[in-house]
């Protein structure tokens, strides 16, 4: 079982969502109970409030010498043992101290015990008793129809307002019910409690007649509390999902931490740290995809490798009989004088700079293309960019004299880079405009906040935009000749590209809005200088 569990990431994950949904289903179950506890307690509280509420009301409008003959009064119609006692006598908890504060009743069974504090007294109303039975609920009537009796028509509504009826929603009717049975007629007549039943609904009403008047107070339907409060329901809910949510989160956060490093894994080889591998935590289905990347990435590096390899030794390779064969050329150009042979071996010299220059290229792309350009291993120094360019300017002005090479922007521009390679990509991108420029090729600092921009820009015949794309390809021209009049042997672009991938930077190639041609844009961010 530990090795199937082992080898499985998503049987894995079901087993623990499994689990995970067995642990809600007991908070649910739990927290049912403890809401069931509660409704009980709200339904008892509700059912007692009506009475309590009747002798506390009663209480605080009576002088304190008469009370106890009122106690002894309602103890005989509720069948309930009453007395008074101080607040601060009886030992309440904190919950419970702060519910009488409030004047809600507290309600303890086996046996019955209520209690509830006399409104603005320290005295507090204690009532036990053995069963909550119909004695209670009718002796709660009559004693209401005798208070309401004692006071004026009109004062009775506000008289029910100030009781709490709690599960007895309270009623004065003028007339009583039209569907009374001659039966119940009488037994409200001779002063009786009348008790119904509202069929559909399964709830009691009470009805009694007020004495001396010709008014009914009906009390009812009384509420059940079969269902829990929406009050209730939604916290339950929400904390179940909240719950389920936050286990789910845990579960999934170590898969999709695994599958973060494979994704920083493959960025960072992406951007040519091909060194990078992928810790391998277990034998599952993700740490297989971890084995089965870092084996792709050894046989990448290594393919590279060995290309760069053959790429350095073939061109160094070449560099021996080149210079032997401009050995040989040279020598038979002393030996001659004819000018028609002086002619052709002044052209092979020339084919031998120009196969020089592509080894040169050829090796520079192959070290460019090395890991140590995308590293920390660039040696890093302050580049003033002005003098730079006014540098590549010096070297490219005699070679072009036809052109005119100026430089926009007064402003000394730092930039922390590597100088060779920087000065590199500069000169190519020069050497492209003049090549491919009429008159004019100007380059411009741009000194912002964050980066370095350089633009090179000429008034040649510039670049089609569906060919912006693969010109930074290698061995990549717009023509297909190689022609000594178009030069180039396609690594330039290439080159300067990858110089600039390796200080995190990027070249843009797009028309130049004041000369018409093509517009080269080198953006280059700024580093923290080191300390």
Not at 88 to 103: D, K, M, P, T, W
Not at 114 to 126: A, K, T
Not at 136 to 152: C, K, N, R, T, V
Not at 473 to 496: E, H, N, Q
Request: include cysteine; aromatic fraction near 6%.
């Amino acid at each position: 079982m530990r090795r199937v569990l082992g080898h499985g990431s998503f049987l894995r994950f079901y087993l623990l969502l499994g689990l995970a949904l067995c642990v809600v289903f007991f908070i649910a179950l739990g927290g049912r109970s403890f809401i069931e506890q509660i409704r009980r307690e709200d339904y008892r509280e509700q059912l007692a409030a009506l009475p309590m509420s009747l002798m506390t009301q009663q209480l605080a409008s009576s002088p304190v010498a008469e009370r106890e003959a009122m106690l002894a009064r309602f103890s005989e119609r509720l069948g309930m043992q009453l007395s008074l006692k101080r607040i601060e006598s009886v030992g309440l908890n904190y919950f419970e101290q702060a519910r009488i504060e409030r004047g809600t009743v507290l309600v303890a069974e086996e046996p019955w015990r209520l209690r509830q504090r006399i409104p603005n007294d320290e005295w507090m109303l204690e009532a036990t008793f053995a069963v909550w039975s119909e004695r209670q609920w009718q002796g709660s009537m009559i004693l209401l129809g005798e208070w309401l009796a004692s006071m004026p028509h009109e004062a009775r509504a506000d008289a029910i307002a100030l009781l709490d009826a709690g599960s007895w929603p309270l009623v004065l009717l003028s007339t009583p019910p039209s569907d009374l049975t001659p039966e119940q007629q009488f037994q409200l007549a001779q002063g009786g409690v009348l008790t119904r039943l509202v069929s559909d609904k399964l709830s009691l009403m009470l009805l009694y007649r007020v004495p001396g008047d010709n008014q009914w107070l009906q009390a009812g339907p009384t509420s059940r509390g079969d269902t829990l409060p929406v009050n209730l329901h939604l916290p339950l809910l929400v904390g179940l999902m909240v719950v389920l949510s936050l286990i789910i989160y845990l579960i999934m956060r170590s898969i999709e931490a695994r599958m973060a490093r494979l994704e920083l894994a493959a960025t960072r080889i992406a951007s040519g740290r091909l060194e990078t591998r992928v810790k391998v935590e277990s034998g599952d289905f993700l740490g297989r995809l971890g084995m089965a990347f870092n084996g792709m990435a050894n046989q990448v590096q290594s393919l590279l490798r060995g290309q760069q390899e053959m790429i350095r030794a073939v061109s160094h390779e070449l560099r021996t009989p080149v210079a032997r064969i401009r050995f040989a050329v040279q020598m038979v150009e002393d030996m001659t004088d004819q000018p028609a042979i002086r002619r052709q071996l002044q052209g092979i010299d020339a084919d031998i700079s120009e196969l020089d220059e592509l080894v040169d290229e050829i090796l520079t792309y192959a070290r460019l293309g090395g890991e140590s350009i995308n590293g920390v291993e660039l040696e890093m120094a302050l580049v003033e960019c002005r003098a730079m360019a006014e540098r590549v300017i010096d070297t490219l002005s005699p070679l072009h004299q036809s052109l005119s090479l100026t430089l926009d922007g007064s402003a000394e521009v730092e930039l922390y880079a590597e100088p060779r390679y920087l000065q590199r990509a500069l000169q190519n991108l020069v050497s492209n405009a003049c090549r491919y420029g009429k008159s004019q090729v100007v380059i411009r600092l741009w000194d912002e906040p964050h980066l370095v921009r350089i633009d090179i820009e000429d008034d040649g015949p510039g670049i089609p935009p569906e060919a912006r794309s693969d010109i930074f390809k290698p061995f990549a021209r717009l023509d297909d000749s190689r022609a000594r009049s178009s030069g180039g042997y396609g690594l330039g672009l290439s080159i300067v590209q990858k110089i600039m991938a390796g200080h995190g930077g990027s070249v843009t190639v797009d028309t130049s809005p004041t000369l018409g041609g093509a517009r080269f844009t080198l953006l280059i961010p700024r580093r923290e200088l080191p300390v």
